[in-house]
């Protein structure tokens, strides 16, 4: 008993996403907290908090609702003057806000600079990898791919910052994205060495694919129909896209469904195909809308 939110913690947040759906440690993770609480082992118990709203965000909860329960995380952690933690929550509120188009985002708590520099004041890499990381992703939603692709380069191997946690999955699928997007718009060789350095991440989602992840299956469905765009195979690319976002929808993962229809319809509309580029469009919007990120819809409708 002394020991089980320190094994919930390991165990779901580190061996099970490999073979289980991240929605599947939902539960376990809230129970190794209260495991923690009473026997006092406070650092597992806020560790299964930080790492419950890294699922929660990234299994396409509703935003509205996942701003109140991170909220509610944060002063918890205040509560128990766990600052390490708490910084480890806040770049997932930062997101969430920032997605939502709250105002004055940054009034309370900073920006994703500030806490970059905690961070790297305090020499707390996991939290560095999770900063730099959010704001990748959120470059994506925004599809500022140029300032993605130097972040990418800035940041460097960031799976070393997450061990065996899910974030260095996200991370690969992630890089391998930039990496086409990036080739698509360089020139000969840098062309080449940014293909090269996606190929080289999706080779290894598909290893975790072909073992059993099926937190990938949408992932390796996404760089798989980019790097077919890449390369000129345009039915590759459509029917990738499509079951992407088929198998995004299925677990529920609405930003992962948006982001599969928007890149399926960037693909349809250079392709001179406004129809289906337009369905692609409205159905991305739609998941977005969905999802509660009105700061990305309101860009997207203007």
Same mark, same amino acid.
């Given at each position: 008993q002394a020991i089980k939110a320190r094994f919930i913690f390991l165990s779901e947040g580190c061996v099970m996403h490999w073979t289980a759906p991240l929605q599947s440690s939902f539960a376990p993770f809230l129970k190794g907290y209260q495991a923690g609480l009473e026997t006092g082992d406070t650092d597992s118990a806020c560790w299964c908090l930080t790492v419950r709203c890294q699922y929660l965000f990234y299994s396409g909860r509703s935003l509205e609702g996942l701003q109140r329960e991170i909220s509610t995380y944060i002063d918890i952690l205040s509560q128990l003057n766990l600052e390490s933690h708490k910084q480890g929550v806040l770049p997932f509120l930062l997101? &969430? /806000? @920032?997605?939502?188009? &709250?105002?004055? $985002?940054?009034?309370?708590?900073?920006?994703?600079?500030? +806490? *970059?520099? $905690?961070?790297?004041? %305090?020499?707390?890499?996991?939290?560095?990898?999770?900063?730099?990381?959010?704001? +990748?992703? =959120? *470059?994506? $939603? #925004? @599809?500022?791919?140029?300032?993605?692709?130097? /972040?990418? &380069? @800035?940041?460097?191997? =960031?799976?070393?910052? #997450?061990?065996?946690?899910? *974030?260095? $999955?996200?991370? %690969?699928?992630?890089?391998?994205l930039i990496s086409f997007k990036a080739a698509r718009a360089s020139p000969f060789f840098a062309r080449m060495k940014w293909k090269k350095r996606g190929v080289k991440s999706m080779k290894l989602l598909q290893s975790w694919v072909k073992k059993g992840n099926g937190n990938a299956v949408h992932l390796l469905y996404i760089v798989s129909a980019q790097l077919a765009v890449l390369e000129g195979k345009r039915k590759k690319a459509e029917e990738g896209f499509k079951s992407a976002a088929k198998v995004a929808a299925r677990n529920g993962l609405l930003q992962d469904k948006a982001l599969a229809h928007e890149l399926a319809g960037a693909h349809f509309t250079a392709q001179g195909d406004t129809f289906w580029g337009d369905h692609h469009k409205e159905s991305s919007q739609q998941a977005y809308s969905d999802w509660g990120a009105k700061a990305k819809v309101a860009v997207e409708t203007e």
């Open positions: 997101a &969430v /806000m @920032k997605l939502r188009g &709250v105002d004055d $985002v940054t009034q309370e708590y900073g920006d994703f600079d500030d +806490m *970059l520099k $905690v961070a790297i004041e %305090t020499g707390n890499a996991t939290n560095r990898g999770r900063i730099i990381f959010l704001q +990748m992703e =959120l *470059l994506v $939603v #925004s @599809k500022d791919w140029e300032r993605a692709s130097e /972040m990418l &380069v @800035k940041a460097g191997n =960031l799976r070393r910052s #997450s061990p065996g946690g899910f *974030l260095g $999955v996200r991370f %690969t699928a992630l890089d391998a």
